[in-house]
């Protein structure tokens, strides 16, 4: 179709319908570009996957999981089998939802995860192609340039830097969601309107920075629509309300789990600089890319975002002044001024809290931080330089309008030279010298699928993998993560993006299982949590000696009823929880009624029990076993239960040994209680994992006064309690 340059690009009858003989057209060319763009990838569609690593094993893992659940009607998608006792821990990363609806019947029907996983890559820049074809030909009015604005949004050398990240890659619903939202605005209709809201949702659902962007998006494509056109009918408006109120009715389920893990937790400001894009990352590329030799960039690993010379330079040209017949403007000045302004608002919040040119700070506001003070969740943003891909979209559009003004003077065979130049060019700057390819899920060896077969016909209970903690144990971490989707067994282990305080603590040196021959000391804390399996696989540790005690430690204790070992996979099974609770009716003591002496730090003593469990009284120091805590009581009572509430930060500073005395008048001290707390403190997590309340009940007394001694040691430990609840008997 030759172009008119005086016809508007948003004439409705170019762009608010495409015929069926274009869409025939433009899927298979959009699969072709797919795996031209992603070559050689459909030659190892089953065994490697494109860079590979933890983040495109967890996404695979999402990925399975999502497709075990959409037959069930996603009933207990959000506390998938990982992060056990944690409710909603999918959401401490990428859910997927929008991308496992489409190849979640790869694995019904037989197929690997490898598999399922290069599929999604597939079809991400398929998405992507037809999304921004779709736009391109909107604002040009061209199907040649809106293919050239495809091409260059497919084959963004951004997406090379990205490999291992699916989810980034996921960015052509937010392309498909502005064009119809243009036409909407443009003639409303219920169509525009399903396709804006479906585009939106799976946009959302596919990758979770996108709702951020997409809502920027919004926010100045509305406005300008209102503005610009020629109607602003309450109808206009009103479609503009339906939309977004579908939306956001769509997603309230997601927002509600997000909100749930986030809401809570503060900007990350150290990650979010260090992953914050400088002006410098957009003159910067992979170093695969033959642009890498000459760009005076940064390079930054989230950042690297320079659109390729072919793209910026159509770009730049959709900006330039007519210059008569030679160079005619075919896109109006005002669709050209949307798409600039949409790069320009995308670009200063890809610069993070603190703007920066070549490391230098910009003396600009940042419009990041603003947002991450109005806006709610968007704490979640870790990674500012990822809307960097609004700005390259916005720019691919632009070279789109520049693309057209080149095609719309000419012969027909000039414009083919043309296009065919372009495209060549476009292809060759997106394209590595070599494709990172690495294998995906490892396969479970025949031990292993040997214990987990035996493990999924055993009775429900949770279990731990062992080891557990540290840096070298990254990928067998994520290993049982993928197995417990065999073995259908919740885990305490987990990888993500966030990690939980049980994990932390069972994995560091607050933990018995970091000593060697203290190892089942952690046993009554992981009954009291509901553990009823333990794994223990000595080839993975470190150190072979520690291991082969740790295996010999645990099993050895009478809390281990029974072991079977299936080669170097020893699987051992605790005997249940048995507590003891308060029988008769318990009253709280208010705080009032008795008064706090402390060995040391008396000046906090009052913090824990202001009813504020952000405050809280520590020993400053690592525990020695001379600590202690006294209650006085205005009078005699039968204390029955003291409640300890412990917060993530202080969840290692349990007591090592705690020792209750009780003493009425000038009597000498009964103990009600002298042992370790790790029962109490699994209990406590497993009934409120957010906010572990330790309960210690006590036998009948009469205290004037209860001592706390505090009487194991630790290295480095303190020994803090952030609230203290007193529980007498009726």
């Not at 760009?295 to 770009?315: C, D, K, M, S, Y």
């Not at 809290?353 to 419009?367: D, H, K, T, Y």
């Amino acid at each position: 179709m030759r172009n008119d340059p005086g016809r508007s690009a948003i004439d409705p009858d170019v762009a608010c319908c495409i015929p069926i003989r274009e869409w025939a057209v433009i899927l298979p060319l959009a699969v072709l570009l797919a795996i031209a763009a992603t070559w050689p990838l459909t030659g190892y569609i089953s065994t490697l996957v494109p860079a590979g690593g933890t983040d495109s094993t967890l996404n695979t893992w999402i990925m399975a999981w999502a497709a075990q659940r959409l037959p069930h009607g996603l009933a207990g998608f959000w506390t998938p089998p990982a992060f056990y006792p944690y409710p909603s821990s999918l959401a401490y990363s990428e859910n997927l939802l929008g991308v496992s609806v489409f190849v979640a019947p790869i694995l019904w029907a037989g197929g690997g995860t490898t598999l399922m996983y290069n599929v999604a890559f597939l079809l991400a820049y398929v998405v992507s192609a037809i999304g921004a074809y779709l736009l391109g030909r909107h604002v040009t009015g061209s199907r040649a340039a809106a293919a050239i604005g495809a091409l260059a949004f497919v084959m963004m050398p951004y997406r090379i830097a990205q490999a291992g990240h699916l989810q980034v890659q996921w960015i052509g619903w937010m392309a498909i969601a502005f064009w119809a939202l243009l036409r909407g605005l443009q003639r409303p209709s219920w169509s525009a309107l399903i396709v804006f809201v479906a585009a939106s949702v799976l946009q959302v659902l596919s990758n979770g920075y996108a709702a951020f962007q997409l809502a920027i998006g919004a926010a100045i494509i509305a406005p300008w629509a209102l503005w610009t056109g020629a109607r602003r009918s309450p109808r206009l408006i009103g479609t503009l309300v339906v939309a977004g109120a579908l939306v956001l009715l769509a997603l309230a389920p997601v927002f509600s789990a997000y909100q749930q893990v986030w809401a809570d937790r503060g900007p990350a400001t150290a990650e979010t600089l260090a992953n914050a894009a400088d002006v410098a990352t957009y003159l910067s590329v992979d170093a695969s890319l033959p642009d890498a030799r000459w760009l005076p960039g940064i390079p930054q690993p989230e950042g690297r975002l320079f659109p390729g010379v072919a793209t910026t330079g159509l770009a730049l040209l959709a900006l330039l002044p007519a210059f008569g017949h030679r160079l005619p403007r075919v896109t109006p000045r005002q669709m050209t001024a949307l798409f600039v302004v949409l790069a320009v608002v995308a670009l200063l919040v890809s610069l993070g809290p603190e703007p920066a040119a070549w490391g230098r700070r910009l003396p600009v506001p940042s419009l990041y931080a603003r947002l991450a003070e109005w806006v709610p969740l968007f704490q979640i943003v870790r990674v500012p330089a990822r809307f960097g891909a609004l700005v390259l979209l916005a720019v691919a559009i632009l070279a789109a309008a520049g693309a057209a003004r080149v095609l719309a003077g000419g012969s027909r065979r000039a414009r083919v030279v043309a296009i065919a130049a372009i495209g060549v060019l476009m292809l060759a700057e997106g394209f590595p010298a070599a494709r990172t390819m690495r294998t995906g899920v490892p396969a479970l060896i025949a031990d292993e699928r040997e214990a987990y077969a035996w493990l999924a016909n055993q009775p429900s209970g949770a279990l731990l993998e062992l080891p557990i903690g540290g840096s070298a144990q990254v990928d067998f971490g994520m290993l049982a993560q993928h197995a417990a989707l065999v073995h259908g067994h919740p885990i305490v282990n987990g990888l993500s993006r966030i990690t939980t305080p049980l994990q932390e603590v069972l994995g560091g040196s607050a933990s018995p299982l970091a000593y060697p021959d203290r190892q089942a000391g952690v046993l009554p804390m992981l009954q009291g949590l509901g553990v009823r399996y333990v794994i223990v696989r000595p080839s993975r540790f470190v150190d072979p000696a520690f291991a082969a005690n740790t295996l010999d430690a645990l099993q050895a204790d009478p809390r281990v009823a029974g072991f079977r070992a299936f080669g170097d996979v020893h699987v051992l099974w605790l005997a249940p929880d048995d507590p003891s609770t308060a029988a008769s009716p318990i009253e709280a003591v208010p705080p009032g009624a008795f008064t706090l002496t402390a060995s040391v730090n008396d000046d906090r003593l009052s913090w824990i029990v202001d009813g504020d469990p952000d405050s809280r009284w520590l020993s400053g120091r690592p525990q020695d076993g001379h600590e202690w805590l006294a209650l006085t009581f205005d009078r005699p009572r039968d204390v029955a239960r003291l409640g300890v509430t412990v917060t993530d930060r202080s969840l290692g500073d349990y007591p090592r040994g705690l020792r209750i005395e009780s003493t009425r008048g000038g009597e000498a001290p009964r103990v009600l209680f002298d042992g370790s707390v790790l029962a109490a403190l699994g209990r406590a997590i497993l009934a409120a994992p957010t906010r572990p309340v330790m309960s210690l009940d006590l036998p009948p007394n009469e205290s004037t006064t209860m001592t706390l001694r505090q009487t194991g040691t630790t290295e480095s430990w303190y020994w803090s309690i952030d609230e203290l609840q007193v529980w007498t008997r009726q």
